[in-house]
């Protein structure tokens, strides 16, 4: 089953240097329905203005993963560790047993990312990491290509410690491309940018895609396409 989510029907809030829409009840958003999906509690799309960000802050017993669409985010956490992570790039923070840490968009223009929170198979078991990478977009073209990862065989994506995974993929007007899911699975698909058609169901740019009941995904764009997928256990 598909259940298209559109972008205009998500919740969130304008608080003028950020604008936040909710795919999940966040926050000042509430939706009983839409607390989560399976493991993914969390997925915001974050417009961020230039010159701001999110003060430092604590968080503990969550996978955080930053998919960033446009513009750059710079990150610095109780670790010690500082970073900026740009368009194409991602970031994953396990919060572990505690963190604080900052975001902020230290670009003279505006910054645009999805923030994805999955919950960990263990709590309050593993010291807090943090670490980012480039993805080139040529990388993945044509196929979803693993970004962020739990399960074996991603060595090659960031690691995070849940039974899930972040995939991303650019598709090109008319490509087709097929991701195996698995119907004892959950997924949850939007696309940053572009239009595409799964199974039937089209999504325009931004619209979530719930996916549960699917043994192998099928995605076409109807126009140039860059695709952001979890993959996450029930």
Request: glycine share 12%.
């Amino acid at each position: 089953m598909i259940e298209r989510r559109p972008f205009q029907a998500l919740g969130g809030a304008n608080h003028g240097w950020l604008d936040a829409k909710h795919h999940f009840s966040f926050a000042g958003y509430h939706d009983p329905a839409r607390m989560g999906w399976g493991a993914l509690r969390v997925w915001n799309d974050d417009t961020i203005a230039a010159g701001t960000g999110f003060p430092p802050h604590a968080h503990a017993n969550m996978e955080i993963i930053t998919y960033v669409r446009e513009g750059a985010i710079t990150h610095q956490d109780s670790l010690g560790n500082k970073g900026r992570t740009e368009a194409g790039d991602v970031q994953v923070m396990s919060a572990g047993t505690g963190i604080r840490h900052s975001e902020y968009n230290q670009e003279k223009d505006t910054t645009r990312i999805f923030q994805i929170w999955i919950m960990p198979d263990e709590r309050g078991q593993q010291p807090p990491s943090w670490g980012a990478k480039p993805f080139p977009k040529g990388e993945r073209s044509g196929s979803f290509v693993a970004l962020a990862s739990g399960l074996p065989g991603d060595e090659d994506a960031l690691p995070i410690r849940t039974a899930a995974r972040v995939l991303g993929a650019t598709l090109k007007a008319g490509e087709s491309t097929e991701y195996r899911i698995g119907r004892d699975r959950l997924g949850y698909l939007v696309p940053a940018s572009g239009s595409v058609q799964i199974d039937g169901v089209t999504l325009q740019e931004r619209d979530g895609a719930a996916i549960s009941d699917v043994e192998t995904l099928r995605v076409t764009a109807l126009t140039d396409a860059e695709l952001v997928l979890v993959d996450t256990a029930r």
